[in-house]
């Protein structure tokens, strides 16, 4: 399984590649993800990534395409998560895959509107540690503030304040767009309502993009 989930900030690309990672044994790869636990870790990487994050930017191309270099050294099947996320991202990504002889299954544009985003984004916490988000509106923890897996406490994202959310949907319009007419080109697009319930969303991803896949190990 070869797959990369793109669109907006909030549209559930993060909640939908945990549940079929689990369930296909491919490797979630979250450029998010990593960045935050680059920060958290206070590496070169989090410094210089830190600043865009913060103001809700994009981090430079080069210093992600490193980074999903070194992911993709070790694996075949993945599930990427908020890459690419510009037409030299989604370019690098092919020329990646292209020295390794593997081809995209498909990309998975999730089809949501700015209103119900802000929403979720605004009520989205998160277990730091292991990436289960819940949302206090949708998919509550049964207990406030605490991980009904684990037991820890969850936490908002600094990035997901509204100002910062808004100008994370401006630069999802302005760089990553362009993306859909990319695969679309190419004839990889497929597409889901993002603004269905969770359970419906994984269906209709392994209707249009998992179905034909066999069972992949990671
Ligand atoms: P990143 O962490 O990738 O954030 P994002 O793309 O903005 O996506 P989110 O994680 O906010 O949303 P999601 O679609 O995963 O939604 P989720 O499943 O959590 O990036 C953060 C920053 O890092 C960027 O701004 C940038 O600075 C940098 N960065 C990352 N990648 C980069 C790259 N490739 N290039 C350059 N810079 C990069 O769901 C959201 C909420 O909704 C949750 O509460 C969830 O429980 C709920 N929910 C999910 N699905 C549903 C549903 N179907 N119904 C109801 N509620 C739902």
């Not at 990553?176 to 497929?190: C, E, M, S």
Request: charged content about 25%; hydrophobic content about 40%.
């Amino acid at each position: 399984m070869r797959l990369v989930f793109l669109g907006p900030p909030g549209a559930g690309k993060g909640t939908q590649a945990r549940i079929l990672s689990e369930r296909f044994g491919a490797r979630q790869i979250s450029t998010g993800d990593i960045l935050r636990d680059n920060q958290e870790r206070q590496t070169d990487l989090g410094h210089m990534a830190e600043s865009y994050m913060q103001r809700g930017d994009l981090v430079p191309d080069a210093l992600i395409v490193k980074m999903i270099e070194a992911e993709l050294a070790e694996c075949s099947n993945f599930i990427m998560d908020g890459f690419p996320r510009t037409v030299a991202q989604a370019e690098a990504l092919d020329a990646l895959l292209k020295e390794r002889r593997l081809a995209l299954d498909a990309a998975v544009l999730f089809a949501a509107n700015p209103q119900t985003l802000v929403a979720r984004l605004t009520s989205r916490w998160t277990n730091p540690r292991t990436g289960r988000t819940y949302n206090t509106i949708t998919d509550p923890p049964r207990v406030p503030g605490v991980d009904d897996e684990d037991g820890g406490p969850l936490m908002q994202r600094d990035d997901d304040r509204p100002e910062t959310v808004i100008r994370r949907l401006e630069v999802y319009d302005a760089q990553t767009k362009p993306l859909v007419a990319f695969y679309r080109a190419t004839g990889r697009l497929v597409e889901v309502d993002a603004l269905q319930p969770v359970d419906t969303v994984t269906a209709q991803i392994l209707k249009v993009a998992v179905s034909a896949q066999p069972q992949a190990t990671s």
